[in-house]
Structures are given as structure tokens and as C-alpha cells.
């Protein structure tokens, strides 16, 4: 890094600022994310409506958790997804093959997701 670099880069924050500051950072790539990927917009609408419905239709405290962990892991990993993305794309828009091996790790990770979910959600409420 040199000088210039690190001039660009905020001080450290401590304590509650830093926690106030992950918080504010957090929200802001969420909102990001879901602005810009249509992948991730299309899965929180379908957790808006799934997660009341898990609610409902899990018996038992276990079964609603496990029902409301399964639509988390999908979101969790649709974000990470979309930051392996981001960075790939960062690095530069030539074709390498590790850039394409990092984008279909990413979404077979997705894939892996959505079948836990439809698993999850299949053995527990079939």
C-alpha cells in the first residue's frame, strides 16, 4: 500500500462507533444487493411470504427453526455469491478460467442452498 493509498482508507473505529459502523455497513450491503441482483430481489420477496408460512406450518419450536434457517441459507448464500461476484468482476472483465472456476463455485453454492431448502422444507411439511 502506498502513502496515497492508505490516506484514502478511514481510521479503525472503536467500541460502539465500530459497532454502529458494522451495523450501518451491513445495511448498506444489503440494500446493495438488493438493488443490484435480481437473483437475490426474487428471494427475499419468496422469504417474505415463506417465513410467516414457517411459522404456521412448522410443529414444534425445531421445526420452525429449521424451516426459517433453510430460507436464511439461501439468502446467506446468494450474498456471498454476489460478493465473489463483485470482486471477480473488480479484478477485470477479460475471460480467465479461474475467474469462471470462482463465478460456478459461487453458484453451485446457491444451487446446494436452494436444494437443502427444497430437502428441508420437503421432509418436514410432506
Not at 462507533?17 to 443490484?36: D, E, I, K, P
Not at 461476484?85 to 475467474?99: I, K, M, N, T, W
Request: aromatic residues 6%; charged residues 15%.
Amino acid at each position: 500500500m502506498t502513502v496515497s493509498d492508505s490516506a484514502s482508507v478511514p481510521p479503525k473505529k472503536k467500541g460502539l462507533a465500530r459497532l454502529v459502523a458494522a451495523a450501518r455497513n451491513s445495511g448498506q450491503g444489503l440494500w446493495f444487493c438488493f438493488r443490484s441482483e435480481e437473483a437475490f430481489r426474487l428471494e427475499v420477496c419468496l422469504a417474505l411470504v415463506l417465513a410467516p408460512a414457517a411459522l404456521l406450518l412448522g410443529n414444534g419450536a425445531v421445526e420452525k427453526v429449521l424451516l426459517l434457517l433453510a430460507i436464511a441459507l439461501v439468502l446467506l448464500t446468494e450474498m456471498l455469491n454476489s460478493a465473489v461476484e463483485a470482486v471477480v468482476d473488480r479484478v477485470g472483465p477479460e475471460y480467465h478460467e479461474l475467474s469462471k472456476q470462482a463465478k460456478d463455485m459461487g453458484s453451485a453454492a446457491v444451487f446446494i442452498s436452494l436444494a437443502t431448502f427444497v430437502a428441508i422444507w420437503g421432509l418436514l411439511l410432506l
